[in-house]
């Protein structure tokens, strides 16, 4: 079974940037879009940004905005999420995911990775 493994989460301060970074387990992986999610304590999951490899268009949630920079490589089935400017608000599990099927829902995710914004 396919994996997306997500890495590069940690501690920063306010104000801050990190980079995170998603890439599937196997090389035959393919997907129509891949995005990130988070879920802070005790809040459900919420949509962060996407991707979409036809046409390489993107969304993101207002909150990120500005902010927040999704990119990658379609033929690496790899994701990053590059996020500068950080607030305590944007501390969470940051999980990638994936739409497989077309279908416009993420049917495949990773484990999560935690990001930590505080002084």
């Known amino acids: 079974q396919v994996q997306l493994v997500e890495s590069g989460g940690g501690l920063v301060q306010p104000g801050g940037s990190l980079r995170l970074s998603c890439a599937a387990s196997?090389?035959?992986?393919?997907?129509?879009?891949m995005g990130w999610f988070r879920q802070a304590p005790g809040k459900e999951r919420e949509f962060v940004a996407a991707?979409?490899?036809?046409?390489?268009?993107?969304d993101y949630a207002d909150s990120v905005k500005g902010r927040f920079t999704i990119s990658g490589v379609n033929a690496k089935n790899t994701v990053y999420l590059q996020m500068n400017s950080l607030k305590p608000e944007d501390t969470a599990v940051y999980y990638c995911?994936?739409?497989?099927?077309?279908?416009?829902?993420?049917?495949?995710w990773g484990q999560g990775t935690q990001v930590t914004v505080s002084s």
């Open positions: 995911a994936a739409d497989v099927y077309g279908l416009e829902t993420y049917d495949t």
């Open positions: 991707i979409r490899w036809s046409g390489g268009s993107t």
């Open positions: 196997e090389r035959t992986f393919s997907s129509y879009a």
